[in-house]
Each structure stands twice: as C-alpha cells, then as structure tokens.
C-alpha cells in the first residue's frame, strides 16, 4: 500500500505569505495572507513586506494544519521558496522552514519559485488536466517573463526570457499612466472586458528570437497618453475602456507571437501557463482560442495556483522528496537563482 507524503509548504517571495499542506500531490489546505499595505505607495516595499511575513508566518502555518487537519508530527518533509523574490521576505520563510524542519527532524527541501509556477501543473484537482513531458511553459509575472521547455519535472530550460521589463510590470505600470490604483493590471483586465481591443493601435517591439521587451511599449503608452490629454484632457476618462483593451490586446499579440515561433522551433504542441499574470481573463481567452485555431493543446491552472501560494512549492517539493532531493540547512535564500 502506498504511503501517504505529507508536506508543509511555505511561500513567501514578495508581499504574500503563505502556507499549504498537500498529501502526495493533492492539496489539503493552501491560505494565504495578503498585505494591504503595499497599496498606498503603489508597490511593494521590500521592509514592509519582510515585517509583515514575520507576523503573519506562525499563524498561517497553524491554520494551515488545522483546516488540513493534519498535526506537525504527521509532517514528512518541508518545502520553502528559496528565490528568486525579495531578499528579506524570502529569510523569513526560509528561516522559518530551517528551524521546523531541525525542530520536527524531518527533510527541508528548497525549491525555486517560477519552477513552482509550472509544476503547479500537476497538483491534483478533479476537472483539471496535467501535461504530459515534453511541454511548453509560459511564465508570466510581475518580475518574470519566459518561455520554458520543459522535459521532465527535473529538466527545465528556459528557451526565451524578457530583455527588460517582465509583463506583470508592463500591465502594472501602464495603469499607473492611466491613474489607476496598485495593483494596476487586474484593473486594466477588468475595463479592457468592454473596451474596443482595436480602438488604438501601438507597435509591438522588434526582438529576435523568443525574446520578449516590454519597456518600448510602456513609453509608447505613456506619450500616446500625454499627447492625447494635450488635446483632450478627459481623454482617459472618456477611452478608458478602449485604452485598457487596446493595450491589453498589444501584449496578448506579443505573448502569442512567441509562443508560435517557440512551437514552431521546437515541434512541441503542449503549451501550460503559470504566474500570475496568468490569471489574466483576456490571455486565457486567447490560449484557449489557440486549440482549435493551431491545433495546439493548452493548460491553465486552476486560478489560486497562479498568483503566488504555498500549493505550488509543495508540489515541487512532494516530488523532490519521492527522489530524496534533500537540502541541509546551510542552504540559503537567493534574491536571483539559477533556473
């Protein structure tokens, strides 16, 4: 009979702290605390965050268990985000992590947060399919833009990556231009559902390869804007619909550009996206447009494991364990990691 792996994952990158307990690859409980705070100052603030997660770690990880209802001595082994995120979050978890995992004698496992949003894939939950190796990955985030061919659970490559801005900054700075509040780019998500996606028109950026740029098109947007309310000073408010599609339907273009060239280079049909600018309404439209127009076969994760959670470290670290993958406690937390 096969036995039961319990694994207490901890995630806590950036301004989210989170705790999730899967068995085998199923998860029990995954919550979450989110920082309000962040959005006076439109963004996060690095030492606001790491104090925040300091007092949010205990009692996330205590509900945790309790709605999984699973004790610490039924842990087998514990997995926390090594990097890359902010470097004070990112100790906060992993101190956390090292202590539990000496205290309890039990496997510490330290896993990279954007193979986490991949791996996300292959959580089990009923009405969702897992790829099959090989596939493509599109990481999609506020600091993370990549196209990743991935061969196993253990072999990934990252095939094409930003050059400079990631498209989770693109969207968020473009509603700062638009005046809209942090987080920007849900916001623009939301009006660009009944705006004109073809009302303005911006060039997209001329990169070779699978590369992505996005910094061009958020200067494009900001003199479109001004040159505009030159003329027009309620121009924003009165196109606000037809902005926010028109540049959510410019970086959608961009990302599927891509994504075809990466098909077409690799022969590799199976296209996942992770991140959290996966949960974007407008590119999972579009993804999904893809199977019958290509012939492609797309996955979308369900939509709490594409913003940053404890789910996705757990799968990661579920699999490391069944290969005895273990890290010792002298292992430490990287603001930038190798992928």
Known sequence: MKKNIYTLAIESSCDDTSAAIL??????????????????????????ASRAHQQNIVPVVDVALKKANVTKNDLNCIAFTQGPGLMGSLLVGGSFAKSMSMALQIPLI?????KAHILAHFIDEENFDKPT??????????????????NSFFDLKIIGETTDDAVGEAFDKSAKILGLPYPGGPLIDKY??????????????????????????KTQILYFIQKNQAVN????????????????????????DKLKLAVQQTGIKQIAIGGGVSANSGIRKTLKETE??????????????????????????????LENNFDTNDIVSKARIEF
């Open 23 to 48: 068995c085998n690859d199923k998860v029990l409980s995954n919550i979450v605390a989110r920082q309000a705070i962040h959005e006076e100052y439109g963004g996060v603030v690095p030492e606001l």
């Open 110 to 114: 330290a896993v990279n947060h954007m």
């Open 133 to 150: 190796f090989p596939f493509l990955a599109l990481t999609i985030s506020g600091g993370h833009t990549q196209i990743v061919q991935v």
């Open 192 to 217: 660009a559902q009944e705006g004109n996606p073809k009302a303005f028109r911006f060039t997209k950026p001329k990169v070779d390869g699978l590369d992505f740029s996005f910094s061009g098109l």
């Open 233 to 256: 000073p309620n121009f924003i408010e009165e196109n606000r619909n037809d902005i926010c599609a028109s540049i959510q339907h410019t970086i959608i273009n961009i990302l599927i």
């Open 292 to 321: 019958s127009k290509w012939g492609w076969k797309t996955y979308i994760p369900k939509f709490e494991y594409t913003t940053d959670n404890a789910a996705m470290i757990g799968i990661v670290g579920y699999y490391n364990y």
